[in-house]
């Protein structure tokens, strides 16, 4: 896959993204800000989304929004103002890209404990549907847009408890979405899987694992960029 540098590839663009304010995420914030994207900075630790937020202003790119919101707590009509106040202020959205996951517990099954499990699927999984769902109308209105969703390796993996459950939903979710979205031809499903990145969440998986070999989240964020610059929007990974 060929990565678009830096420009206005996405000029006029407005893009949403979860977990904006650390990893992935955040990276892939000010990739799509570098390439002329307005975007929304959706996470609930507001001092570090402000940090993305300048970063993005001082290099001279569209200033961005932040959406102060914790996944955990969110329920259906959070998403649906999220989905209005987008309308009111931005009259379009042409994009969403979900990096928002925890962790939860790596144990047995057996060991599981139960509120860290729903939580955990919630947060990785509820969220991201009930999301999707509020900002569908949004993204049909657009001559093309996309619905990108963050998996991982790991999402059928022993002792990997609700994250790997909820990462192998998402991938079913997103072929199930890409199947009912495809006669309509406007909005695009894709699904990826960035490997191992020296990211917090690789830090709490893996403590004892120096991460210095690894990529950096930056390094990732071409990955998405791609996706959303592609201009056959019907292909998918």
């Known amino acids: 896959m060929q990565h678009p ?10 893009i949403l993204i979860t977990g904006a304010a650390r990893g992935i995420g955040a990276s892939v914030a000010r990739s799509c800000a570098a390439n002329g994207a307005t975007v929304i900075l959706l996470d609930k630790q507001i001092k570090l989304l402000e940090t993305v937020y300048d970063q993005i202003e001082q290099a001279g790119n569209p200033t961005p929004a932040i959406y102060p919101l914790d996944l955990k707590g969110a329920s259906e009509p959070d998403y649906q103002q999220l989905a209005t106040t987008i309308t009111d202020n931005f009259g379009r959205l042409d994009a969403v890209v ?15 404990d139960t509120k860290t499990w729903l939580e955990t699927l919630h947060i990785n999984l509820t969220a991201a549907v009930l999301l999707s769902k509020a900002c569908l109308p949004l993204l049909k209105q657009q001559q093309s847009s996309q619905l990108i969703f963050t998996t991982d390796t790991h999402s059928h993996t022993a002792y990997w408890g609700a994250y790997g459950i909820s990462k192998a939903a998402i991938e079913a979710f997103a072929a199930q979405l890409r199947d009912e979205l495809e006669a309509q031809g ?52």
């Open 98 to 112: 979900h990096c928002a996951a925890t962790l939860g517990q790596l144990a047995p099954v057996e060991h599981q």
């Open 186 to 237: 406007r909005v695009a499903v894709h699904c990826v899987n960035p490997g191992t990145v020296k990211t917090e969440l690789f830090a709490r998986a893996f403590p004892a694992t120096d991460p210095s070999a690894l990529p950096e989240a930056d390094d990732i964020a071409p990955q998405y960029l791609a996706l959303l610059c592609e201009s056959d929007h019907r292909q998918t990974t």
């Open 5 to 14: 540098a830096e420009g206005g590839l996405l000029n006029d663009r407005i």
